[in-house]
């Protein structure tokens, strides 16, 4: 056991939670049963029963814990604070979509024991190197296989344990490197023997034929021999000596090649599979771009429904919802807001059977959560559906609950030419609803066909008025006669964000200013994208345009946003709760950046005179088509996707390019039968990109079924500019987003110019 492992199991906390405890799991205010928790042996699986569940019970690790929040932190609490007191909760937050877990302790000391210990080892699962992260990976196999926990494993119990792993191998070969580890001949191996017996299985022959081409004797990398890999396939910028020296410190396992300034092949595999070894490049984590043009000329992370955690029928409203996406580093929410029965406004989907919550609850929410993530400013997108005496109370709600926070006034009290920067608005929220005449003072007080399209074309809850026999025309009259009066108040709190129904491009461009945004249907932007693109790229040039899903989606599915951000669109609002392609290519652009929620568009989508059209970008002068060649070399300890024991997988990876009409393409290798664990390909796909700066590529592994559709294993997004060439690992990522580690795939990327 590692001198940490046993350091951590040393503390106070730690043994309150290894010697386990009774705590009350809590899911509703009727829903309250005590459960049985402890930490095991591991110290990285947290177990639990309820005592009269026979021998069910459930299990998490402590990698799948985001957070810990202390006290009456989540609705759930806040629903039981009577009952039971801050110093007995906590909650437990959950990495992607899982839901939350609300605990009550019997004693504030047995809370506060639980709290910390669980930070202890959240903090120490997230400053694991790579090393310490896969054998950590192995132990917890082991600790799995090793059923009558003796610490010991027979060679029957290992050849379960490589099925379980992902891995069918040749009985023999498995029977031979088992010998080889038994060092004692006793037939079974403990565990320092199955990590020495594990390293033997993922030897990787085709990294060692990588360090074969470079080393001189075969046993090492010389400073130079490093230097020369790092500047002809990894095409490093900062190729030089002393990034050689740096990579050595960082991953030379061995002290005597250290001091050589030499790097062996265990540091080589170190090095490859770390985040310097990564596709994406290192250089475009962080914060690296210009964030002082106006709002217009960035894409904004955004979501839609932003209250739901499931779908827009029956799905429960809640606060959680908008942390969650505000932590996925989104910057634009929506609230849909309907008159509550007691004067206070409620958030739901109007017309559905969705559950409610206080808009005030929402606010306060944003106040604590906006800006976690990003400093970088938060659009409050209102559907605003109340009477004009509850929208005094939103007003008051705003107003007070976020104080400075809310941007109310024009910046150094100048009527805009442009919208303001990202920079400029840092820690602010801004409003986007409708508002009376505009910032140049005018005393016009009326807000005529100012209504959002979303809003017109609706019966105010996202369903089409052609689509939607329940509702009478005359209510829908009255739900819009309603939306058009306007309480001064709210009113006041619109600066730079004012909704205004889109009366086409011409209009637009002599009528429209900076502060005015329009919401166009998925459907609409598509149709005009297709019949007016320059001029849809001029128009985002100068305001903001935010698309919504069709009302039609009632599963909270998503479209594909690509075609929005080709011609500009700067708020592109998914359902964030709805995991799949669409998020992933949401999260794939977003993740540059410092994953701060906002990314500058190409400069030919910010030049006022543009004419670039997404459906022809060859004629753009600018434009510099690529070659992208990818050699899908091998991967690493694939995800299994079915459970049942005996079941392996047959995986194929399948690489897809998605950016203007042009780029769209998919290629995918071979599958191969039944390993997950240690599967080689060596197949290379290509492709031809026009448009660079807006293509996204995304790695997909398939478990292949010729009798049906394939199974979804991982994958991994990235922004075509921020691939890094050479010899690279795509660490992949589930179905949520969430890291899968060690899932991963080798392979050699190379972009030229297509000449």
């Not at 009774?22 to 049963?33: D, F």
């Not at 005030?360 to 400093?375: G, N, P, W």
């Not at 042009?662 to 599967?679: C, L, M, R």
């Amino acid at each position: 056991m590692d001198p940490e492992t046993t350091r951590i199991r040393d503390d106070p906390d730690i043994k309150v939670m290894m010697a386990g405890s009774t705590l009350r799991k809590v899911k509703s205010r009727s829903w309250k049963k005590q459960r049985h928790f402890r930490l095991l042996e591991d110290g990285m699986t947290i177990w639990y029963k309820s005592r009269w569940a026979g021998n069910g019970h459930s299990t998490f690790s402590v990698n799948d814990v985001e957070a810990v929040r202390e006290g009456h932190q989540s609705e759930v609490l806040l629903s039981i604070a009577e009952e039971f007191p801050a110093n007995l909760c906590f909650t437990l937050v959950f990495h992607g979509r899982q839901g939350n877990l609300d605990l009550v302790a019997e004693t504030p000391e047995e809370a506060r024991a639980w709290i910390q210990g669980v930070r202890k080892l959240v903090h120490r699962a997230q400053n694991m190197d790579e090393k310490e992260r896969l054998d950590q990976w192995v132990w917890d196999w082991f600790q799995k296989a090793d059923k009558n926990k003796d610490g010991k494993m027979t060679f029957k119990e290992v050849r379960k344990l490589l099925k379980m792993m992902n891995v069918e191998m040749n009985e023999e070969h498995a029977l031979h490197l088992f010998t080889m580890a038994d060092k004692s001949g006793s037939g079974s191996l403990e565990i320092e023997q199955f990590i020495f017996f594990y390293k033997m299985l993922t030897q990787r022959d085709e990294v060692w034929k990588v360090f074969q081409d470079y080393s001189g004797d075969g046993e090492k990398l010389l400073l130079d021999e490093l230097e020369s890999f790092l500047k002809v396939e990894q095409h490093e910028e900062s190729g030089s000596t002393q990034h050689a020296k740096e990579l050595i410190q960082k991953y030379e396992p061995s002290e005597s090649a250290k001091s050589q300034g030499a790097m062996s092949l265990d540091g080589f595999q170190k090095y490859l599979c770390s985040q310097d070894g990564s596709v994406f490049r290192n250089d475009r984590l962080g914060l690296y771009q210009d964030m002082s043009q106006p709002l217009s000329h960035y894409f904004i992370s955004s979501s839609h429904n932003t209250y739901l955690l499931e779908d827009q029928l029956r799905g429960h409203s809640s606060l959680e919802a908008y942390i969650k996406a505000l932590k996925r580093g989104c910057r634009c929410v929506e609230i849909d807001c309907w008159d509550g029965s007691d004067g206070e406004p409620v958030v739901y989907h109007g017309h559905t059977l969705t559950s409610k919550i206080l808009f005030r609850d929402v606010i306060a929410t944003l106040k604590e959560y906006s800006f976690k993530k990003s400093q970088f400013p938060v659009i409050l997108s209102l559907e605003n559906h109340c009477g004009v005496e509850q929208q005094r109370v939103m007003a008051k709600h705003l107003s007070q609950i976020l104080g400075h926070m809310l941007q109310t006034t024009l910046l150094e009290g100048q009527v805009p030419k442009q919208l303001p920067s990202p920079q400029e608005l840092r820690g602010k929220i801004l409003l986007k609803a409708k508002k009376i005449g505009g910032l140049e003072g005018s005393l016009d007080e009326t807000v005529t066909d100012d209504l959002s399209d979303e809003e017109e074309m609706t019966n105010g809850d996202g369903r089409s008025a052609s689509a939607d026999n329940l509702e009478t025309l005359n209510h829908q009259q009255k739900v819009l006669k309603s939306a058009s009066k306007l309480s001064r108040e709210l009113s006041d709190l619109v600066v730079y964000c004012k909704s205004v129904h889109f009366h086409g491009f011409e209009h637009a461009r002599s009528h429209a200013k900076c502060y005015e945004m329009s919401s166009f249907s998925e459907s609409k932007v598509k149709r005009l994208a297709k019949e007016a693109g320059v001029d849809f790229v001029q128009y985002n040039t100068k305001q903001l345009s935010r698309i919504y899903p069709s009302g039609l989606r009632t599963d909270s599915s998503n479209f594909n946003p690509q075609d929005m951000w080709s011609v500009g669109c700067q708020i592109v609002a998914l359902n964030f709760q709805t995991a799949g392609l669409e998020m992933d290519l949401n999260d794939g652009l977003f993740r540059q950046n410092g994953s701060c929620g906002y990314v500058l568009k190409p400069d030919y989508l910010r030049d006022p005179n543009s004419k670039y059209s997404p459906e022809k970008p060859e004629e753009h002068p600018g434009c510099r088509p690529q070659r992208l060649s990818i050699q899908v070399i091998s991967g690493q300890q694939l995800p299994k996707v079915n459970q049942k024991e005996g079941s392996i997988v047959d995986p194929l990876v399948r690489v897809e390019v998605y950016g203007v009409p042009q780029d769209q393409a998919k290629e995918e290798t071979s599958h191969i039968n039944n390993n997950g664990f240690n599967p080689v390909w060596n197949e290379t796909l290509n492709f031809s990109i026009h448009a660079p700066e807006l293509a996204l590529v995304r790695f997909l592994v398939e478990d292949y079924d010729k009798a049906s559709r394939n199974d979804f294993m991982g994958q991994f997004t990235l922004p075509f500019t921020c691939i890094q060439p050479g010899y690279r690992h795509v660490h992949l990522l589930s179905k949520d987003g969430t890291a899968i580690p060690p899932s991963s795939l080798f392979v050699n990327i190379s972009i030229t110019d297509l000449t």
